[in-house]
């Protein structure tokens, strides 16, 4: 039985995950690889969307995909799992980057000026493309890391802590919060800041033995209102003592603000969907089922807009985050109904087989 606010848990964190990239895109904070600031105010206080939300989305959206990870494991052996985890996110992040993703990679590579720079070998420009292409879909390599790992780990674990932490209480939920700490210091890499793979792997860890209980679920609910206060409080803060500071970038993000709204922020919002949202429609179900490819191609509207029309001052810069948000979710949706109509092309980009199940499990 699926999880109904799981999914749509995981469909209203990648539209935030749009909207957090537009404001990214013309970000004055500072933070790199973008176009940058376009606007004459001399402080962009809308800005602070970015701070709101990036401390705790990706966390979150770990968290889930960890769960996730757990129900599809009830339903297919570790071999089942690896095969199918391999298809949907190691090709798209390898095969996908030559079938289709090196068109991101040159808009990406574009804004830095490689494109213009006469001593560049065309052989370098290409492979720079193809690189530069990653781009999102880091999450996706990072998840095909952690799903391989986590056959390992059921397999040595036999379900003794995972029954463990069926009885999970209040109390431990609170003292996490130091773990998510401690994780957030250690295997961060030092420039494609990212990859932050102990606060990552921590949250699918968590997502696979925790939260992938439904008494641990019903706590969360229980204690929503005041997972929702302290989320509040310190997204407060957070803002207040880091706005204008690149929050992307060590020192900030190894902060113990920063860490702690990471962590009560993914409490309030698993136990807020949970209690509110438990429920399907025919709107949630069609963003749940397009939700993968809104992800997987969003950037690219957004960056195509701000290389092409914005850079060159074409628009003003209020057109210019409108077009942004508009080509974000209207490219992505005609690029994923196109594409995942093509045979071996959907496979090669989306990691959509032939035999693509419309009522798949959990994941």
Known sequence: MRKSYLDNLRWVTVVLVVLYHVFYMYNGQGVQGTLGKITNLEVQYYDIYQYIVYPWFML?????????????LEKRTGR???????????????????AFQFIQGYINISFSGVTDNPDMPLIG???????????VLWYLQMLWIFSLVIVLIKKIDKDRFWNVCRKTPFWVLILIAALVYGAGQILNTPIIVCYRFGLYFLGFLLGYFVFSHDEVIEVTKKFFPLFAVIALGLCIAFCAVYFGRNYADNPVYRSPLFLLYAWFGSLAMIGGFAKFFDFSNNFTKWMSSHSWGLYIFHYLGISAVALYLAKPGLIPAWAAYLLSTVAGFALSYVLYFIISKIPVYRWAVLGITKKKEKKNVQG
């Open 125 to 135: 420009q290409v492979i720079a493309c193809i690189l530069s292409g990653i781009g």
């Open 60 to 72: 979150l959206l770990f968290i889930v995909s960890g769960a996730s990870a757990r129900y599809a």
């Open 80 to 98: 089942e799992f690896i095969k199918s985890r391999t298809t949907k996110l190691l090709v798209p992040v390898t095969v996908g980057l030559i």
